[in-house]
């Protein structure tokens, strides 16, 4: 079974504007990973925000936690045509090591 | 560093072969991979985890007769989907972890099978 979902299921924004995505789970986590795909490609891990953590910055992203309400956030200032993709959060799924994957957001940025 | 390659990128074969799939680690020593099955517009299921020299733990629902996982090697998984029919048409995705990650997974680009 899935354990996060992410929200919005599809956004479009310009250029140049910022994208929020959420992310809502409902199990304990010792930590939220957010990846991104590309139309017909892998996964690329983008950040990795652990129980303890409240924010987290990676270049133009930013990651924030709250374990009380079991959500997480993924903020990408002034985005880009390139950041055109599908984004997802994964948590711990139940064996070692594994994910699990939300359903996802996709991600349209206008030039 | 940490490229993980899959191959072929897309096949298509007639309904009753076996089509095998492989996952490698080009630059680290991949201690688990795992196999994921996705379907056009939706997330990625869990298929199996792989560890090196033991047999792959599959997940419910899915048959492990059917989806043959071999992990051969620390760099090296394959997939191979017997007797193939329609319905595994699919987009095959493998991902490793490296052995001083904990929790980060690095995925191939994907294979494309379609069963005719």
């Known amino acids: 079974s899935q354990q996060g979902e992410e929200d919005p299921q599809a956004l479009s924004i310009q250029e140049g504007e910022n994208a929020t995505m959420n992310c809502s789970y409902k199990t304990s986590i010792n930590n939220l990973q957010w990846y991104r795909q590309n139309s017909g490609r892998g996964l690329v891990h983008l950040i990795l925000i652990r129980s303890n953590e409240r924010e987290k910055h990676s270049g133009r992203l930013r990651v924030t936690l709250d374990t009380s309400k079991k959500s997480s956030s993924l903020l990408i200032t002034a985005s880009r045509a390139a950041d055109t993709a599908s984004y997802f959060c994964?948590?711990?799924?139940?064996?070692?090591?594994?994910?699990?994957f939300g359903k996802g957001t996709k991600l349209s940025v206008i030039p | 560093g940490a490229v993980v390659s899959q191959h072929p990128s897309w096949v298509i074969c007639k309904s009753g072969t076996s089509v095998k799939i492989e996952c490698r680690s080009l630059d680290f020593q991949a201690t688990t991979m795992f196999w994921y099955r996705q379907f056009p517009k939706q997330s990625l299921m869990l298929m199996a985890t792989?560890?090196?020299?033991?047999?792959?733990?599959?997940e419910q629902g899915v048959e492990k007769d059917k989806f043959l996982i071999n992990h051969a090697s620390l760099t090296l998984s394959t997939l191979t989907v017997t007797s193939a029919h329609p319905e595994d048409s699919s987009f095959y995705i493998c991902?490793?972890?490296?052995?001083?990650?904990?929790?980060?997974?690095?995925f191939g680009p994907g294979t494309r099978l379609t069963v005719t």
């Open positions: 991902s490793a972890r490296e052995g001083n990650t904990i929790y980060e997974q690095y």
């Open positions: 792989s560890n090196e020299g033991s047999k792959a733990t599959y």
């Open positions: 994964a948590t711990p799924g139940a064996g070692s090591y594994q994910l699990t």
